[in-house]
């Protein structure tokens, strides 16, 4: 399986919109090409870079997501409806794969149907690579493309303790918050 890590840098204040547009006519469509895993943002309370969507989306290979994509880029509910509606509220988006690391999937699963007795923001990491990172209650991946080998990691915040954990220098932190639509609460 491969995952792809999605991040759209938004137009200050279009969040609203971008959450808007993409659950009425993005999701939808894009569901159809691909397995959604989940959708969380950086608003107003939460932390890192702020007006920003992150996805999460389940591929059987590299080569299967191309096949995939490609379909998608042909639907006209894609094209004509949704490219057209969501490209204006935002300014950078960046791609990266993913490989899920083994001992995460049964995390993953329990994340995705709802029986991990957490919910609400998650706690996003990336770590460079070779360092050590703790952590990945909800799934710990390795990056394939963009900077190889980092490792990026999802925590409830609940499960987190912020205030006293001990992490290596130059992971990078973020709270994120569920979209209403996210399969991973």
């Known amino acids: ?66 096949q995939q994509r490609a379909a998608l880029y042909s639907d006209p509910a894609w094209t004509r409806e949704l490219v057209p509606a969501v490209t204006e509220t935002f300014v950078r988006l960046r791609g990266q794969l993913m490989t899920l690391q083994p001992s995460g999937l049964d995390q993953l699963q329990a994340a995705i149907t709802g029986t991990t007795a957490s919910g609400g923001p998650v706690v996003a990491s990336f770590a460079p690579p070779g360092a050590s990172l703790s952590g990945g209650g909800i799934g710990r991946w390795t990056t394939i493309t963009g900077l190889v080998g980092q490792t990026f990691a999802l925590d409830y915040l609940s499960e987190v303790d912020l205030e006293n954990s001990e992490v290596p220098a130059g992971v990078e932190r973020d709270i994120w918050r569920p979209a209403r639509f996210s399969r991973i609460r």
């Open 1 to 66: 399986m491969i995952y792809e890590l999605r991040t759209y840098e938004l137009k200050l204040g279009r969040l609203a919109d971008y959450l808007a547009i993409f659950e009425t006519k993005g999701f939808p469509v894009l569901s159809r090409y691909a397995d959604p895993i989940g959708f969380w943002y950086s608003g107003p309370t939460e932390t890192g870079s702020l007006d920003r969507v992150n996805h999460i989306w389940r591929y059987e290979s590299v080569a299967g997501r191309i």
